[in-house]
């Protein structure tokens, strides 16, 4: 691989990166705003390439139409599940017969899904772009090859999953598997980023005990946020939205505890590593991406969760993550790119 070619590389896998948390906005965007089911089906909407922009382009039992399919597929689900040990799960995706209610057509639901999955789309059509570039070094760099691999195959994963959380009807532990299986890309892709440069530095194993444990905490404020917003989700439908916070009751009072937890072990890598360009660059990023996490948590909190402060709130938190991990990886070197590809 020419020294072109290899910067095209990298380039290819940050502006994924980019693309992967915008997508994850927009996926976040898609539940707060309450347009998950704006397409009944997948891949396509309502049947067609190009969604409808008004009612009368849909047939009169359109509805009939997309609950049986639906309810095939859940089925199909259902049995998988099954054979994996999990039939109370399957079982009881099949008795809750809400998940068969079709909702009202409705455009800007619609389109707005649409631009979900169009987004999602530019994504896969990276990953394959990563795997074609990687495919020409896999003999010499085999770690990239496999990496660009298991990135191609959970993207493609994640699409199928996608169609689940339609047929489910955004079922709350469904959509956080999706959530979950979206950091594991960005951490693959963040992997690729960091293995694709030259640059590691070397530091005593308590920054990176510390580095351990920020992730461990960012994690689990990841997953308090996550079961308040399934929490919300139970209510969401027939409770005001300025009441939401009062029921979520104490899970909302230990994520927002644990949020300066996680303020504080931030400060601290921050101060460890800020003496180092590149990775003071980083850990600030950390720090700021934190600090925004609260503040955006704040105006949930007090300004009964605006749909829009929503999604940002958790991508926040993602990237608080995922900069912990990749500077983890500027600080554990391992020899991967050799000299013969450049």
Known sequence: MKETQFRGFKRLCLTTLVFLYFLIFVGGFVRSSGSGMGCPDWPTCFGKWIPPTDISQLPTDYKEKYSQKRDKKNKEFAS?????????IGDKILNDKSILTEAEFNPVNTWTEYVNRLVGVAVGLMMIAIFISAWKIRKKEKKIFFASVLALVSVIFQGWFGSIVVSTKLTTWVVSIHLWLAILIVMIILWLIVRLGDKYYEFESNTKRWLLVAMLVMLVQITLGIEVREKIDSFAQVV???????????????????????????????YKLRKKSDLNLVSLLSLMTVLASIVTGGIMAYFNVPFLIQPLHILLAIMTFAFNFQCYLLITPVKIISTKIW
Not at 80 to 88: A, T
Not at 251 to 265: D, E, N
């Open 80 to 88: 998988f599940l099954s054979l994996i040990g999990l039939s109370k």
């Open 240 to 270: 005001l939205r300025e009441n939401w916070i009062e029921m979520v009751g104490s899970k909302f009072s230990i994520h927002r505890s644990f949020a300066w937890v996680a303020l504080m072990v931030q400060s601290v890598i921050f």
